[in-house]
Structure formats: structure tokens, C-alpha cells
């Protein structure tokens, strides 16, 4: 095992009720255990995984933030998610034994490396296991969706509320607060995320402020008003 590869237990891990089902038995705990035994640590800006790799493994976020991103034709990065503490990275990979983006961490991070061919056959064994993967692969394609209809159909306003409707929902599941975050991304990612320039995005993130619905110091955004966003998306379900 090299320096970076440390032992890691699911069954004591204050996060496994966000990356991993409940209803385990200890028996099946223990094969759980068994698998997922090590975890990476990535540096602020570097790669998990890079688009070409060889899929060998699905990425618990145990710690730190990351983006997913690809390069487009004409050598801009366009960025396609961002994945935080208790998500699940690298299902990208699973249909041509590929992964076609980069995961980079936005912070220092760690991760917990679950290898896909022990966790798919794991997953025949434990039913409970099985529809887990399946929910995860399922909340994917809905996010997919979810980032379409931004895109399509909703005005700069209403793609920035929603982005922040669903970041500090996320984070609330975590235990954190539902009203403060700290943007983990710069405005310039946030823009490649939800199609805007970036001057767009800062106009838009001025403009809630002049309104009273947020303060903004530098990357510190507390949201003074949650309802006011929720009306500017207009009842649309966030990504």
C-alpha cells in the first residue's frame, strides 16, 4: 500500500448514510469493508481520474470538493458538475471502460476507492446494494436532465438561484448550515457550468445583493433570502 492508500472502515464512517444504503447486516458490512479498504488523498487542483483513463473504480468523496469537466473542440473546458463530501465519482466510466472527463479537486480532498467489478459483484449478493447503485445511477441522469432544462429554458437569474438552491441543499444534508456557504468554485466555473459568461454571472450575483436576497464577500455567500430565490426559479425543480 504507498503512502497515500489508508485503511478506511464503512461500517464506522460518519458518512456512509450519504454514499452507501442503510439496511446492511454486519456480515454484509464486513464484504463492504472488505472492498472499499483504501482511500486517496488529491491536492487542491489536481486530477482523480482524467477523460481516457482506464475505468477501474467508482470515488466515495470522503473530504473536498471537486468539478467534472471536458475539453471542447476548441480547447475550452466546459464544466459538467461538481461533486461534494458523500457524492460518488466516476460513473462516467462505466459504459466504455473509459472515463470521459476530468475530476479535479477544487480543495484538497480525499476519497474512498470502491472497485467497480467487487462492488458489481458485491451488489448481486445484497439486493439492498444493488438498488443503491441503481439510485445513484438514476439521480445522475435526473441531474443530467435537470442541467438541460437550465440551459434551455431559463434566464440568467433563474439558472444562478437555482444553482444556489441546490448547493446549500446539498450541503444542509451534510449538516450544514441552510443559509451560508462558501463557494468552493470560482464565478468563472460556475458560469461554464450554467452556459453564462462570467460577466453575467457576476451582474447576476450583484444584482441579488443590490435586492437583498444575498451578501457576498468574496466567496462567502449567505443567502438572507431563500423564498425570493425560490420564486425567481419560479416552482422549477433545481438540478
Known amino acids: 500500500m504507498d503512502a497515500q492508500a489508508i485503511k478506511v472502515a464503512c461500517s ?10 442503510m439496511g446492511l447486516n454486519e456480515a454484509e458490512m464486513d464484504k463492504l469493508d472488505h472492498i472499499i479498504s483504501t482511500r486517496r488523498r488529491i491536492k ?8 481516457g483513463d482506464r475505468f477501474t473504480s467508482l470515488y466515495a468523496v470522503r473530504s473536498g470538493f471537486f468539478k467534472t469537466c471536458v475539453t471542447t ?13 458523500g457524492e460518488i465519482i466516476g460513473l462516467d466510466g462505466i459504459v466504455n471502460d473509459r472515463h470521459s472527463v476530468d475530476a479535479i479537486a477544487l480543495e484538497d480532498a480525499e476519497v474512498c476507492v470502491m472497485p467497480f467489478d467487487e462492488v458489481e459483484q458485491l451488489s448481486r449478493e445484497f439486493t439492498t446494494l444493488q438498488h443503491h447503485v441503481h439510485k445513484i445511477m438514476s439521480r445522475e441522469i435526473v441531474r443530467d436532465h435537470s442541467v438541460m432544462l437550465l440551459l434551455g429554458s431559463m434566464r440568467a437569474e433563474e439558472r444562478l438561484a437555482a444553482f444556489l438552491l441546490n448547493l446549500v441543499q446539498r450541503l444542509h444534508a451534510r449538516g450544514f448550515s ?6 468552493r468554485m470560482t464565478r468563472e466555473e460556475i ?17 441579488f445583493v443590490e435586492d437583498g436576497i444575498i451578501d457576498v464577500k468574496q466567496r462567502y455567500v449567505h443567502i438572507k433570502d431563500t423564498e425570493a430565490l425560490k420564486q425567481i426559479v419560479n416552482s422549477r425543480s433545481c438540478l
Open 73 to 85: 473542440p476548441d480547447g475550452r473546458d466546459q464544466v459538467t458538475g461538481f461533486q461534494m463530501t
Open 12 to 21: 464506522s464512517c460518519n458518512l456512509r448514510e450519504l454514499c452507501l444504503p
Open 178 to 183: 441552510q443559509s451560508e456557504v462558501v463557494l
Open 44 to 51: 487542491r487542483g489536481a486530477p482523480l481520474f482524467s477523460a
Open 191 to 207: 458560469g461554464s457550468y450554467l452556459g453564462m459568461k462570467l460577466e453575467t454571472v457576476s451582474r447576476t450575483f450583484s444584482k
